[in-house]
């Protein structure tokens, strides 16, 4: 809870740096909700339903790995939306594969091929300029007459270009920057032209049209956010044409731009707005090709002040503009956001601007920065580690969270600690937020990459505390809590002298099982250090010299062999230590592993063994009870917490990251009797099952798009007491079930057929 709100879905892991596109996910002819974070690589999904977007985490492993941006647009004509997204850093990610090639700033597409729900395969890991189109060369008239290969059309990795129809001949093409350009480039997908040749629907045929689309260059001598426009026909200017005379004394142009191409006054041509990373405010470029006796699109005039009409845009450091139904009223809203992960505003972040017009020509009217994801979930900010401790002594478990925060506030180098409290009970815990920076910890001496855990190292019964910074210091806290009165007095900000290095990640357990919590500390470079405890249950000794350096020989930096037989190592590793207990077995240890990729590996038979390799496995997370498990990323620095969250005596698993939100994952018995304990997302999907919202409150909708025929249903208690029953039509695609009758709690729903039966389970939270 939020105050007084109950969060309809508060563990979507938070969102700093969004783009929006709308899809339909679940075939049902609504538009859906796609939310891809620059910060973190993370996909995130909402359901258009009748009664409002409900977070739907199943559709996110539908969608490959991408990183840096990712818009979805109809590629092929179907009338389903595809994926464009960049090739990654010499590393092409397709759909479960990682293979060696490609360039960095290229651009991929995967095309939509599902039916009632999404599937991407691709068709074109390099977008590539084909040299010729059936007319002849690409470039514009008077280009020099030369012969080329096909080459790689590269955009730079930090914009956001725009896809959309520019020619108004039924597929998308591409605008955007490239390198240190100064003006835009038009990339033509020729697949439907005017000689009536034909290709076939899933073939990318893309040509470099126009170097210096709109006759328009950023006038980086002003600094202003601005264009110079009409610009004449230079010949011997890098553009070839329509270069500001100034070009040979101007600065060099810096990357970071962001494009929508929108017809904003209705004339039938697009238009562009364009944000800068330079700048808080959005430019929108008029394009006068209707206008006026031109051949091509040419910007004839700019506003620097937009939306002009109502409140403009002045708010966050390099805007992005997205132009996305956000309500599901099939109108288009434009949504502004950051294009930056770092150094900005990265909490309530989206500002919303309605459409009062139409889709054709629309009028925006400023709504502030309300969109309603920022309602509905945890996002902290950045950075966040999840602890559930009882923290004020009443015998329930509460939240602990420690995050960077948004930058606004605490400039990345204050750090926080929240606490929900947890007002009902073990069983159906319900957090509400206590106080925003529990302790104070950083008031008087800031810090950067708060990372605590929680043991008792005095013997008094009460858990003290340890804090991992980023400057690889541990800092020791002595609990001195009085009933509720929260106390902690900082003993020492180096205890033992250890420095583990850049951003320790301590945890204190029992490793060599002799009574005494010991140190296992994770670091930057990606490997984990144990300490042993030398003293006694009442004096903790720890060396400043690790007894093991590199325990398990675990490292999270990953590396990978280029197409040229090179070996690239990732630089920074991040990893993040919380041994446990998961399998039952109190005689053995296993340990969750955070990683920079955003992945959560676990080892298993863990021991204080000096030399001895732990065995991996990152099969671990699955969004559907009954699927094998898998690896999921949860964004970039991933940050496990194992407990106990609903008194099942079963281990469940938040999981932190930098988008600076949470993800949780209850446990499910193994399919087959291993021993082993599997954990699953909130949201389940059991087979042929989706089931949300996850908790729920007042009705609950299950979809069952892959039924095969008519089944009856029944809700019902975790002792299997019937609470409600009924029937369901498979021509349906889902159902949707009033549960106010339904006290706090876990419940199953079981569908049933003469060939087929389902089984899901979900949270009702009031």
């Excluded at 969608?63 to 092929?76: C, K, T």
């Excluded at 091509?296 to 503009?321: G, L, M, Y």
């Amino acid at each position: 809870m939020n105050g007084t709100d109950t969060l309809k879905f508060p563990f979507t892991g938070g969102v700093n740096a969004a783009q929006f596109s709308n899809i339909d996910l679940n075939g049902d002819g609504r538009k859906d909700l796609f939310v891809f974070d620059r910060h973190t690589s993370r996909v995130l999904c909402f359901l258009n339903l009748p009664g409002g977007y409900e977070h739907a985490p199943f559709y996110e492993q539908k969608f490959p790995i991408m990183q840096s941006w990712a818009l979805l647009r109809d590629f092929n004509g179907d009338g389903k939306e595809d994926i464009f997204t960049e090739v990654i850093d010499n590393r092409r990610y397709l759909p479960d594969t990682l293979q060696q090639v490609g360039s960095r700033d290229g651009v991929r597409i995967l095309v939509n091929s599902g039916t009632a729900n999404v599937l991407f395969k691709p068709i074109s890991n390099e977008v590539k300029d084909t040299g010729r189109t059936p007319e002849g060369y690409g470039l514009p008239p008077n280009y020099p007459n030369f012969n080329r290969a096909p080459r790689l059309l590269q955009l730079n990795s930090v914009d956001i270009p725009s896809i959309e129809d520019m020619d108004g001949d039924g597929d998308v093409d591409i605008l955007g920057f490239q390198s240190s350009d100064f003006s835009p480039q038009y990339i033509e997908n020729y697949k439907i032209n005017s000689f009536n040749i034909k290709y076939l629907s899933d073939s990318a045929r893309f040509i470099l049209r126009d170097l210096c689309w709109g006759g328009i260059q950023f006038d980086a001598n002003s600094g202003l956010n601005k264009f110079a426009i009409n610009l004449r026909k230079d010949q011997l200017s890098s553009c070839y044409y329509r270069m500001y005379p100034m070009q040979k004394t101007a600065q060099m142009k810096h990357a970071g731009t962001s494009s929508l191409m929108l017809d904003i006054n209705g004339d039938g041509i697009k238009d562009m707005i364009y944000g800068d990373v330079l700048f808080n405010s959005l430019i929108a470029l008029i394009n006068g090709k209707n206008l006026h006796p031109f051949v091509r699109d040419t910007i004839v005039a700019q506003d620097s002040i937009f939306p002009k009409n109502t409140t403009p845009f002045n708010h966050i450091n390099f805007p992005a503009p997205y132009y996305v139904d956000m309500d599901g009223d099939g109108v288009n809203e434009l949504l502004v956001t950051t294009n930056n992960t770092i150094g900005v505003k990265n909490t309530n972040n989206v500002w919303v601007y309605e459409n009062t017009g139409t889709n054709a020509k629309p009028v925006f009217d400023f709504r502030g920065n309300n969109f309603w994801l920022f309602n509905r979930t945890l996002d902290f900010g950045a950075r966040t580690v999840p602890v559930i401790i009882d923290i004020d002594n009443d015998g329930k478990n509460d939240l602990l969270v420690a995050t960077s925060g948004d930058y606004e506030q605490t400039m990345n180098i204050k750090d926080k600690l929240l606490f929900y409290r947890n007002i009902k009970t073990n069983q159906n815990p319900v957090y509400v937020l206590q106080d925003s920076n529990l302790l104070s910890l950083t008031n008087d001496t800031p810090i950067l990459e708060m990372h605590p855990t929680f043991g008792d190292l005095n013997g008094d019964g009460k858990k003290d505390m340890i804090i991992g910074n980023s400057n690889g210091k541990i800092e020791f806290y002595i609990n001195q809590s009085n009933g509720a009165a929260i106390n902690f007095v900082l003993q020492t900000r180096t205890l033992a002298d250890i420095d583990a290095g850049n951003n320790s990640a301590p945890q204190l357990f029992d490793l060599n099982k002799d009574g005494k919590l010991d140190l296992l500390i994770g670091n930057k470079a990606g490997i984990i250090q144990y300490y042993k405890n030398t003293g006694t249950t009442v004096v903790p000794n720890f060396s400043a010299i690790p007894t093991i350096d590199s325990l398990g020989k675990i490292t999270t930096r990953r590396s990978f062999t280029t197409s040229g037989g090179f070996i690239n190592i990732e630089p920074d590793g991040y990893a993040v230590p919380f041994a446990c207990n998961l399998d039952g077995d109190s005689n053995t240890i296993e340990m969750l592993v955070g990683t920079s990729s955003g992945e959560v590996w676990l080892y298993t038979n863990v021991s204080d063994t000096v030399g001895k390799v732990f065995a991996k496995q990152d099969q671990l997370f699955s969004i559907n009870p009954t699927d094998e498990a898998k690896a999921v990323k949860f964004g970039s620095r991933s940050v496990p917490f194992v407990g106990n969250l609903d008194a099942d005596d079963k281990p469940d698993v938040l999981v932190g990251n930098m988008g600076g939100g949470l993800n949780f994952f209850a446990s499910i018995p193994a399919p087959v009797d291993t021993g082993w304990i599997g954990v699953n997302e909130l949201t389940a999907r059991n087979g042929a099952i989706t089931v949300y919202p996850n908790p729920a409150s007042s009705t609950v909708t299950f979809s069952t798009v892959d039924m095969r025929e008519d089944m009856t249903f029944e809700i019902m208690n975790i002792v299997g007491q019937v609470l409600s029953a009924g029937e369901v039509n498979h021509f349906y695609a889902s159902h949707t079930i009033n549960i106010e009758g339904l006290q706090s709690g876990m419940y199953f729903i079981q569908l049933k057929g003469k060939t087929q039966s389902f089984t899901a389970r979900f949270l009702v939270n009031r």
